[in-house]
């Protein structure tokens, strides 16, 4: 190879060395954001923090937090998107031994909708109407795709068409949730939910309501 071509090889993989540790300095940034943004919030009222207190803690200026974000409130979806996705693993792994489909769809949404009725952060960000129901989908609609999925390529399932009923069931889990938070039995609201959409899905109600009512072991 000659020098030029040498040189030139150099400069390229220079080039993406240095667009690399800039592309994991923006990450670590953002990461730290959303760390410190999490700790703040846990610890006092959402609308009593300052876009200040976030950068303070995170020590950035004002101007790489609006790189990343342009609200606080903005910074409440990936805190409970990562929260979402730490929640999902504990929960397959409690059900990694269940083969029906439905009992597996019905206890992960169970599961996950407690969890998020207990957390204040998530009641806030669903109580939030500036939350936009993408960024909401994106946070809790994968899991409930994955399992609904499964369900639908064994045969468990049947819809008459599937991207109604998606749509239905995904908004039909925040609008529960939001019922679930002034309900005198929030988890006997979550259970009602889950038994309509597994009739939703094509069992029969008998079966559904057995399902959806099956003892719920305590989480590792």
Known sequence: MSKPAIASTIAARD??????????????????IVREAESLMRSQPIDDITIQDITDASDI?????????????????????????????????QVSDVTDPAIVLASSARYMARIIVADPLWRWVLQH????????RRAIGRFAARDFGRGLISGRFQVPELTIASSYMLGGFVNGLLASFDS???????????????????????????????PLPALE
């Open 15 to 32: 080039g993406l060395d240095s667009l690399s540790r800039a592309e994991r300095k923006r990450r670590d940034t953002r990461d730290r």
């Open 184 to 214: 005198a039995d929030p988890n006997r609201t979550i259970d009602q939910m889950i038994e309509l959409f597994l009739r939703v899905v094509g069992l029969v109600p008998e079966e559904a309501e057995r399902i959806a009512n099956l």
């Open 61 to 93: 200026g004002h101007g790489t937090f609006y790189l990343h974000f342009k609200s606080k409130y903005e910074v409440l979806i990936p805190i409970v998107e990562q929260q979402a996705v730490r929640w999902d693993e504990i929960i397959q792994r």
């Open 129 to 136: 109407s500036g939350v936009p129901v993408d960024d909401l």
